[in-house]
């Protein structure tokens, strides 16, 4: 299967190319980047693969949560071109790309949004929790009291750490991911496809920090 993968909500826009699991081609531009330069990165990729729109057999993207600009324009390109190009789109968690692999528990991911404020997502043996807000408050709302077995944590850890320290929780690091794009291209090669491209919705977390106010 050859597949296009697109990711703009972890810190950077990164597009790649996947053949089943080889990596013909991969690139990567700065998040600030991604509105001028996402849709020529990604005609880099597929230059460099040597391959047509006509050749992919798929379309992935990163939905979030994450960055409020990088996942909108990563997902707007994405609908884009699976529209346009006729082929099946792929929509994959923040967190199952920056946890791909693990399977500790309990284990906490985290991702970071705009500045102080975090989404995390909690599995255990009873489930799954999410939260976002202020990094504190998140964590005390998905951790209300010290677990008695180890924390295995992925994600924006920096801050939990310190949190978690204080509360006297034992934690362990997951190694991080190398690359979230190749990450959530590879989960995307065994993921069923949206319905339609438009039922892909972003994760963003939260709402965007600026709303334009809307007319009585």
């Known amino acids: 299967m050859r597949l296009l ?3 703009g909500a972890l810190g950077a826009f990164e597009a790649a190319v996947l053949e089943d699991e080889r990596v013909l081609a991969q690139r990567r531009i700065g998040a600030n980047q991604a509105l001028e ?3 020529a990165a990604i005609a880099a990729v597929l230059e460099a693969s040597a391959l047509a729109p006509g050749d992919l057999d798929r379309l992935a993207v990163g939905i979030g949560p994450g960055g409020f600009t990088g996942l909108r324009v990563a997902l707007s390109y994405a609908k884009a071109l699976a ?13 199952d790309a920056l946890e791909a692999g693990a399977q500790q528990l309990p284990r906490l991911c985290i991702v970071e949004g705009r500045p102080g404020i975090i989404s995390a997502r909690l599995r255990s043996s009873e489930g799954e929790r999410r939260a976002t807000g202020a990094s504190d408050a998140t964590l005390a709302a998905l951790l209300p009291q010290t677990l008695p077995e180890p924390l ?8 939990a750490m310190r949190f978690l320290a204080e509360r006297g929780q034992p934690v362990f690091s997951l190694p991080p991911v190398p690359s979230p794009v ?3 291209a590879r989960l995307a090669l065994a993921m069923p496809a949206a319905a339609s491209p438009h039922a892909l919705v972003a ?4 709402a965007p920090a600026a709303k334009v106010p809307t007319r009585a």
């Open 182 to 184: 190749l990450a959530l």
């Open 203 to 206: 994760d963003y977390g939260e």
């Open 5 to 7: 993968a697109i990711e």
């Open 152 to 159: 295995a944590l992925a994600g924006a850890m920096a801050g």
């Open 83 to 95: 529209l346009a190009w006729r082929l099946p789109l792929v929509g994959v968690s923040s967190f």
């Open 37 to 39: 330069d996402g849709l």
